[in-house]
T-cell receptor, first 116, second 107 residues
Framework: ETGVTQTPRHLVMGMTNKKSLKCEQH?????MYWYKQSAKKPLELMFV???????ENNSVPSRFSPECPNSSHLFLHLHTLQPEDSALYLC???????????????FGQGTRLTVV | LAKTTQPISMDSYEGQEVNITCSHN???????ITWYQQFPSQGPRFIIQ???TKVTNEVASLFIPADRKSSTLSLPRVSLSDTAVYYC????????FGQGTELSVKP
């Protein structure tokens, strides 16, 4: 238990569906992150929120839409995904100014997404 | 952001000490060095962090030379459960992960 909870743990969706991934942290952190990890590949940083403001968006397709309503919750809204979007989606949180060194991040267990 | 270079894979046997070196030639003055461990289908887990010289905790040691252009994660007496991917990160909270080092511990 890392203090970062992701739901659901597994999700199968069709290419025309709309779904949302949820991340919740109870650590009092002020920065939250979304990562994508495809099979046998490193983590790809998708979005970073600091103090509920998006501070990083790594050229992610618009079919992925993040939302950070407060510092404890982070969502990733999904629509019209492609099969190549199937991956493990990981959420993380950290404390302190996101741009400084010395940041320890805590990760959730991830959502295994399969697009059919 | 400083780019990091690690070996893609390493093999070891139970009970041995494992040293994984990471190169980060363009490290900035205020950058910290952080190592994470990741098991399959799980999120990475923080192992250790340092700025210079040596840091030790209950899990590992981190050696950083004076020029800080590299760092070495040392895992004492590894076991089968240490089989995982190890990532070296340099810099702030952007948390950019490289390819990592896949460590395989054999009986």
């Amino acid at each position: 238990e890392t203090g970062v909870t992701q739901t659901p743990r597994h999700l199968v969706m069709g290419m025309t569906n709309k779904k949302s991934l949820k991340c919740e942290q109870h650590l009092g952190h002020n920065a939250m992150y979304w990562y994508k990890q495809s099979a046998k590949k490193p983590l790809e940083l998708m979005f970073v929120y600091s103090l509920e403001e998006r501070v990083e968006n790594n050229s992610v397709p618009s079919r992925f839409s993040p939302e950070c309503p407060n510092s404890s919750h982070l969502f990733l809204h999904l629509h019209t995904l492609q099969p190549e979007d199937s991956a493990l989606y990981l959420c993380a949180s950290s404390q302190g100014r996101w741009s400084r060194g010395g940041t320890e991040a805590f990760f959730g267990q991830g959502t295994r997404l399969t697009v059919v | 952001l400083a780019k990091t270079t690690q070996p893609i894979s390493m093999d070891s046997y139970e009970g041995q000490e494992v040293n994984i070196t990471c190169s980060h030639n363009n490290i900035a003055t205020n950058d910290y060095i952080t190592w994470y461990q990741q098991f399959p289908s799980q999120g990475p887990r923080f192992i250790i962090q340092g700025y210079k010289t040596k840091v030790t905790n209950e899990v590992a040691s981190l050696f950083i030379p004076a020029d800080r252009k590299s760092s070495t994660l040392s895992l004492p007496r590894v076991s089968l459960s240490d089989t995982a991917v190890y990532y070296c990160l340099v810099g702030g909270g952007k948390l950019i992960f490289g390819q990592g080092t896949e460590l395989s511990v054999k009986p």
